[in-house]
């Protein structure tokens, strides 16, 4: 059975601005988090973390702990027999991964590395008790950045890899050579993308609790994906998946940085095992920053071959991604540098691209994935790269970019993406009229002559969304996922909708309660969305790279669509119909034309459950539970940002005055939440580009342990987003939704740097790092002024 695109769309709550349910309970401090959990008898654990960069840990003395009141037990890695370790089975040959301990076996290679765990009878203990553990270390050699990673003679932090380079991926369309031979400008630059953290109000947790009597455990955590989580732990724990449930409470932000599999997920589900209690650790602060994971950290080169009229004739790219010191589950080490060139292209139509992808370890917190996975520094240097070729030709940078636009057709990227048609176009000169980019033009010169630098720069991009077969498939990553919804309805007429798409923050409840609703013809209030848990929900594959808009879409759409058939067939049999004349909207059923005869879903309900009336209907055929698999393509999301910003020139400060975000989702579900997607993204997206920064020195010592020192935006820096909506539904998707979860912090930080170099453009400033803090700002005039 097919469903057609008005099928989904055509509904009442689609399209809507529905209030999001969630709300009332989280504006009003009555959602349960992981850490409002309390078990009965429950203990609490606290890592004792390594202070060194790289070291032999050469002996480790618990005895002063053990003997401590309220401590329950001291575990190092030789405690934890047959636990671990964690390993990222690469999805491609050329991509290696290493193996990581879940304590530091013998070895430490970052600063944060977990290497004891305390259990105690309160965090309190715990912690005091982790001052006691007596650990001694040998100090190594560092490996500070990548480039160091690859000398001869570099320090290898994982012998059994043989060196340090964990990917190296090579890639090209087109004729390369003959592009830059033909082209009358070549435009480079090299940039660096700073390491940053996704940062979550809510930090990661768990809470292990091993049933002894039935072999079974228990367990909760902060996670992203309790399906993929459960399967790459239970094997670490030595447990079959049927032993193991995986339970996530309310999520207070995620961003990616719950998406992966770390040391904690295993070892406190271990040590509930070894203690016979249940275990809780919710982490802090300085573990967050320190040793969770970081993001984004990558140098890449990129060169532009242009010819004489601005036409892009090819376009190189050379990337070295810093991924830390080990590969994170499910997505390796490798994903910055080879996101970062499958965008290389973005909406420009280039003939030729060739791009070298690598990743070397380093003794770094390992990257994992944060919102714009890759694509936010590919995106950036690219756009970045753009308004130097505008400025070196001397055209403008729009006109430029529109001359080289894609049209807003399909169209196959020479590197790798087939984009499925969008407002490529479109979206840019949207966003650049709603900017007033004319005006703010007219305008900047005599603003200069007056003392103020303004700058504007644009943005546009292509973000890949709904990862699940062929989408990942041509970017690089092989493997099809798998995603199930069920829905059912019990006796009194409510509406189960069971996801294992849990959300962190971006309203699955509200968005696939109305997608329920709508399919099946009931009402919003009836529909109760059962997401986060590995018992009652049916296996997914995990929210992140935004596919839920798309995956839900696909999965409850098409469950929902099958169970308003079979409510109108059981109608049909209540009403003495025929089928074909049976209509069901809003919550009742009646025969067209004949509106006053209703039989509700209660009623059909009923009927099914008590009144044996089923029987005129095959009885599974005629079952109020449905469930579906799917998994569409995905589609390519686009839009594009425009940023507005002053910079004082005596203080190097840069404020953000205002920022236009166009997005094109295909087919809003909830255009209030993508708008409050929006926000939160563009905000992430300002201080990628401005503040955020996690510091190593040459000595592997992390600099950035609090948010002190790690900064990032408040509302000061955010200025007004002004939001404007373009709908090209995906053709590939039912419904034509696309995702556009990560647009935000994709474009935004492009925007930023390109109106500040815009703003600076009388001294001849070019960019090529993030964070642009005020003193970089002022260097980077220096140097202007001395080139
Ligand atoms: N949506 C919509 N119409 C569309 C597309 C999406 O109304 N055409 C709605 C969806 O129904 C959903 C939301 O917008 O409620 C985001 O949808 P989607 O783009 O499919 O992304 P996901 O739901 O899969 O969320 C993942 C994405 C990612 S990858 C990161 S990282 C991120 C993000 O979402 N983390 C977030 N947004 C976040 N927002 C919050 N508050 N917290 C996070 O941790
Ligand atoms: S980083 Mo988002 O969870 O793909």
């Not at 590969?327 to 292209?345: I, K, Y």
């Not at 940023?643 to 209030?672: F, H, R, W, Y």
């Amino acid at each position: 059975r097919s469903m057609t695109q008005s099928d989904m769309s055509a509904g009442r709550y689609v399209g809507a601005r529905v209030a999001r349910s969630e709300d009332p309970r989280l504006m009003r401090g009555l959602a349960r988090y992981l850490d409002d959990i309390e078990l009965p008898r429950m203990l609490h654990a606290a890592f004792v973390r390594s202070p060194m960069a790289h070291a032999r840990v050469v002996q480790i003395d618990v005895e002063e702990v053990r003997g401590m009141p309220g401590v329950v037990g001291v575990f190092t890695h030789g405690d934890l027999a047959g636990v671990g370790p964690i390993q990222a089975i690469g999805p491609r040959p050329e991509i290696k991964s290493s193996l990581r301990a879940v304590l530091a076996d013998g070895k430490v290679r970052f600063v944060g590395e977990a290497v004891a765990v305390v259990v105690a009878e309160s965090r309190y203990i715990a912690e005091d008790a982790c001052e006691l553990v007596d650990v001694e270390y040998e100090q190594l050699r560092v490996v500070a950045n990548a480039r160091a990673a690859l000398e001869p003679g570099a320090p290898i932090l994982h012998a059994d890899l043989g060196d340090n380079r964990i990917s190296r991926i090579e890639r090209s369309g087109g004729d390369i050579d003959h592009a830059f031979a033909a082209a009358a400008h070549v435009v480079k630059v090299s940039f660096h993308h700073g390491r940053v953290g996704a940062l979550p109000l809510e930090t990661r947790g768990v809470i292990g609790d091993w049933d002894a009597g039935t072999s079974t455990m228990r367990v909760w955590n902060s996670s992203q994906m309790p399906h993929l989580l459960r399967a790459l732990i239970a094997a670490p724990l030595g447990l079959a998946e049927t032993q193991l449930e995986v339970m996530v409470p309310a999520v207070g932000g995620a961003f990616g940085l719950k998406a992966s599999v770390y040391p904690e997920d295993i070892v406190v589900p271990a040590v509930s095992r070894l203690v016979g209690r249940p275990v809780k650790w919710v982490e802090d602060r300085y573990e967050n920053l320190a040793a969770s994971s970081h993001a984004k950290e990558i140098d890449i080169d990129m060169e532009m071959a242009v010819a004489e009229d601005g036409t892009f004739l090819g376009v190189r790219a050379k990337n070295l991604s810093d991924p830390g010191a080990y590969s994170m589950p499910p997505f390796q080490a490798h994903h910055e540098s080879l996101g970062s060139v499958n965008c290389m292209t973005g909406i420009y139509d280039i003939a030729a691209a060739s791009y070298v992808a690598e990743t070397a370890l380093t003794n770094k917190a390992p990257l994992g994935v944060y919102r714009g996975v890759g694509w936010t520094p590919g995106q950036t240097v690219r756009e970045v790269l753009v308004d130097d070729v505008a400025r070196a030709i001397g055209r403008d940078p729009v006109e430029l970019r529109l001359q080289n636009c894609i049209p807003d057709t399909p169209y196959d990227s020479v590197i790798g993406p087939r984009y499925d048609g969008g407002s490529y176009r479109r979206s840019l000169e949207l966003a650049t009229e709603m900017a007033d980019y004319r005006g703010i033009r007219e305008r900047q010169i005599e603003q200069r002559n007056q003392g103020k630098y303004v700058g504007v720069g644009v943005s546009p991009y292509v973000e890949p969304t709904g990862f699940g077969g062929r989408i990942g498939n041509e970017l690089g990553y092989p493997g099809e996922y798998y995603d199930t919804a069920s829905i059912s309805i019990q006796a009194d007429g409510s509406i189960y909708v069971m996801s294992g798409l849990n959300s962190q923050g971006q309203s699955h409840e509200t968005t696939f309660a109305q997608l329920a609703a709508d399919g099946i013809g009931a009402r919003i209030e009836e529909v109760r969305v059962v997401q986060g848990d590995t018992k009652s929900t049916p296996f997914s594959a995990g929210v992140y790279a935004s596919r839920s808009a798309l995956i839900g879409a696909a999965t409850i759409g098409r469950a929902a669509h099958e169970m308003k058939r079979r409510l109108v067939a059981l109608a049909a049999d209540m009403l003495e119909a025929n089928v074909d004349d049976v209509e069901i909207t809003h919550g009742k059923a009646f025969v067209r034309g004949a509106p006053e005869v209703v039989k509700t879903i209660a009623d059909i309900a009923a009927y099914v459950h008590w009144g044996g009336g089923a029987a005129a209907v095959d009885l599974e055929e005629g079952a109020l539970s449905v469930s579906s698999s799917a998994a569409p393509g995905g589609s390519y999301g686009n839009g594009c940002v425009v940023a507005v910003v002053v910079v004082d020139i005596e203080t190097g400060k840069i404020q953000v005055e205002k920022v236009v975000s166009v997005e094109d989702c295909g087919t809003m579900l909830n255009p209030m939440i993508v708008e409050g997607q929006v926000a939160g993204a563009v905000a992430q997206g300002i201080g990628d580009a401005l503040l955020e920064e996690h510091q190593y020195n040459e000595d592997g010592a992390f600099m950035s342990a609090s948010l002190l020192d790690y900064l990032y935006p408040s509302t000061m820096e955010i200025p007004d987003i002004a939001i404007g909506h373009l709908e090209t539904p995906a053709p590939g998707v039912p419904g034509g939704f696309k995702g556009l979860g990560e647009a935000g912090v994709i474009a935004t930080p492009g925007a930023v740097l390109n109106a500040v170099a815009d703003a600076l453009s009388p001294f001849g400033v070019r960019v090529h790092s993030t964070p642009l803090g005020p003193s970089k700002v002022l260097d980077l005039i220096d140097e202007a002024r001395e080139a």
